[in-house]
Structures are given as structure tokens and as C-alpha cells.
């Protein structure tokens, strides 16, 4: 089956720097790649996705870029603000079925 | 629309006792996940079915644990008996294939404790 690895588990940056976070997939068949952004004691909620014909995706302060030879996908989050501290978590999956995800990333945007 | 339901949003139980956590996905979705998370583990998927039928069972750890989706609005997730390692935050989270998104969307969880 399908092994994603996340790093970094946590990642302290200062309001208005940048924050990356890398992902790795096992499985080549992987085609959607979707990014969850969970706050403490909240439910994981989508933020970003990207598919495998795509190489990059913005949406304002966030964007996705995928290599599919390397198979590996990052998160990056421009300008941060103190409400972008979450865990956010990668996940893969062929054509919506299983949804395999990271370990986390657990991100502290100090003021 | 309300998003996925779940009940109960927490639930602490002895060891031994039988639990049953329920969930109601979003209307018109035809996908259903039953994810646990743990800070060990992070989100493990523990079953999905699609279309009401079970696709993949493969992550539910042990015969101790069930789930059945008797129709399109109405899940549960079975443990019995429950053990101390089974606490967790339960997530069931819905999606609707048959759309140009499979975009998950969670539920806001049930935290079980067994003492």
C-alpha cells in the first residue's frame, strides 16, 4: 500500500517568515494530493489539494507543488500569521479512495 | 448543510464495556471513512465504504472492532469489548466520488477514553 512521509513533525517560525512542509509518497498511482489544516481539538479541514497533472497551485498565501518523478509534494505558507499555528497533515490517494496520510506537522508562528 | 455528524463527542468507559460511536455523512455523499488518531499514530484509516458496501477493512486492528453502514445517511463503529489502547479521537468524514473533488470532509470527532 501507499506510505507517506511528512517532515518536519514540528516547524516554529517567526510571523511573517515563510514555513515549507515535504511530503513523500510510495505509491506512482497517487494522483490526488490533498493538504488538512487541523487546529487543537478541531477536525482536520481542507486547505489546499493538488492532482498529478498539475505541478503547482496557489491559493493567496498558500501553494502546493508536486514532482511526480520524485514522487513528493510540499506546503508552503507565505507571510504567516499566529492563526496559521496548526498540525497540518499531507495526505495521497488514487481517485478519491483510500486517503492515506503524514504523521503531522505541528506549526508555531510566533509573534 | 450541517457537515458530517458524530455522536458522542465524548464518551469515557471501562475497559470491557462495549462502545458504539455514529456518524452521519453529508447528503448526496457516497463515500464513508472511520479514521483514528492518536499522538503515536497520527490518522489511521480504519474502513471505508463506498456506497453504503465495505471496500477496505484491512485497517480495523482486530476483531474487536466493527462497523456497518446499513444505508447512505447512517454509520457506527463497534468496540467490544473496548480496551485501554483503544482510546482515541474517532473520526468519520464523508466524500462524494461521482464529483470532479473527493475533498474529505471530517467530522468533529469522538474522543473515547477507557479507563
Known amino acids: 500500500g501507499e506510505n507517506v512521509e511528512q517532515h518536519p513533525s514540528t516547524l516554529s517560525v517567526q510571523e511573517g517568515d515563510s514555513a515549507v512542509i515535504k511530503c513523500t509518497y510510495s505509491d506512482s498511482a497517487s494522483n490526488y494530493f490533498p493538504w488538512y489544516k487541523q487546529e487543537l481539538g478541531k477536525r482536520p479541514q481542507l486547505i489546499i489539494d493538488?492532482?498529478?497533472?498539475?505541478g503547482e497551485k496557489k491559493d493567496q498565501r498558500i501553494a502546493v507543488t508536486l514532482n511526480k518523478t520524485a514522487k513528493h509534494f510540499s506546503l508552503h505558507i507565505t507571510e504567516t500569521q499566529p492563526e496559521d499555528s496548526a498540525v497540518y497533515f499531507c495526505a495521497a490517494s488514487y481517485n478519491f479512495n483510500k486517503f492515506y496520510f503524514g504523521s503531522g506537522t505541528k506549526l508555531n508562528v510566533k509573534p | 448543510d450541517a457537515g458530517v455528524i458524530q455522536s458522542p463527542r465524548h464518551e469515557v468507559t471501562e475497559m470491557g464495556q462495549e462502545v458504539t460511536l455514529r456518524c452521519k455523512p453529508i447528503?448526496?455523499?457516497?463515500?464513508l471513512f472511520w479514521y483514528r488518531q492518536t499522538m503515536m499514530r497520527g490518522l489511521e484509516l480504519l474502513i471505508y465504504?463506498?456506497?453504503?458496501?465495505?471496500?477496505?477493512d484491512s485497517g480495523m486492528p482486530e476483531d474487536r472492532f466493527s462497523a456497518k453502514m446499513p444505508n447512505a445517511s447512517f454509520s457506527t463503529l463497534k468496540i467490544q469489548p473496548s480496551e485501554p489502547r483503544d482510546s482515541a479521537v474517532y473520526f468519520c468524514a464523508s466524500s462524494s466520488r461521482g464529483r470532479s473533488t473527493g475533498e474529505l470532509f471530517f467530522g468533529e470527532g469522538s474522543r473515547l477514553t477507557v479507563l
Open positions: 493538488i492532482r498529478s497533472n498539475v
Open positions: 465504504f463506498n456506497n453504503n458496501v465495505p471496500i477496505d
Open positions: 447528503s448526496g455523499h457516497n463515500s
